[in-house]
Antibody, heavy 121, light 109 residues
Framework: EVQLVESGGGLVKPGGSLRLSCAAS????????MSWVRQAPGKGLEWVAR??????????DYPAPVKGRFTISRDDSENRVHLQMNSLKTEDTALYYC????????????WGRGAMVTVSS | EIVLTQSPGTLSLSPGERVTLSCRAS???????LVWYQQKPGQAPRLLIY???SRATGIPDRFSGSGSGTDFTLTISRLEPEDFAVYYC??????????FGQGTKLEIK
């Protein structure tokens, strides 16, 4: 079965750190570009990180709100992608979805069920 | 930065009706770069339409997308009960690489 399963969410204080993981199965992970997209409670969708496949250079990209604080990485031996989140702010509170980036890197073809991150004192 | 504006914010309709949702971009987009997703309560988004008008695998043909430049639409020809959800458009570009509209909620009248 093609699926993405996130883990590692939880409650963290402002300024703290958290690491999310995503286990991928059912598709050729080593060729896949992967991303994280978040959704604050009751709000819309916001892209937060992308990593290309190792064959494409494994390069990473981030939008301005998280650049320098979030780091996406991948472990092709375990079919996993991670999101290290540092210096967390209350506005980072959201459901974080792991996604498979498809169609030449233009869209999010497959989504996990999400991991909830709450940043609160 | 390209901003996507979806309208209306909420639509109240009945099953069987036809509906057209709008997504307007602040700058002209390549058609290939406009995507639509459906999100039901408590679920992750699901890819519906890519390249402005191509249905994703398994998407019923009552869903269609069209448009070019800055104006794009998603049409559902005949609403089924399972179609009541929130719909998002998304573009691929630069700074940020990916951005979404704020969503249109379809609710049952």
């Amino acid at each position: 079965e093609v699926q993405l399963v996130e883990s590692g969410g939880g409650l963290v204080k402002p300024g703290g750190s958290l690491r999310l993981s995503c286990a991928a199965s059912g598709f050729p992970f080593t060729d896949a570009w992967m991303s994280w997209v978040r959704q604050a409670p009751g709000k819309g969708l916001e892209w937060v990180a992308r990593i290309k496949s190792s064959a494409s250079g494994g390069t990473t990209d981030y939008p301005a709100p998280v650049k320098g604080r979030f780091t996406i990485s991948r472990d092709d031996s375990e079919n996993r992608v991670h999101l290290q989140m540092n210096s967390l702010k209350t506005e980072d509170t959201a459901l974080y979805y792991c996604t498979w980036v498809g169609y030449h890197g233009l869209l999010f073809a497959l989504w996990g069920r999400g991991a909830m991150v709450t940043v609160s004192s | 930065e390209i901003v996507l504006t979806q309208s209306p914010g909420t639509l109240s309709l009945s099953p069987g009706e036809r509906v057209t949702l709008s997504c307007r971009a602040s700058q002209s987009l390549s058609n290939s770069y406009l995507v639509w997703y459906q999100q039901k309560p408590g679920q992750a988004p699901r890819l519906l339409i890519y390249a402005a008008s191509s249905r994703a695998t398994g998407i019923p043909d009552r869903f269609s997308g069209s448009g070019s430049g800055t104006d794009f639409t998603l049409t559902i020809s005949r609403l089924e009960p399972e179609d009541f959800a929130v719909y998002y458009c998304q573009q691929y570009g630069s700074s940020p690489l990916y951005s979404f509209g704020q969503g249109t909620k379809l609710e049952i009248k």
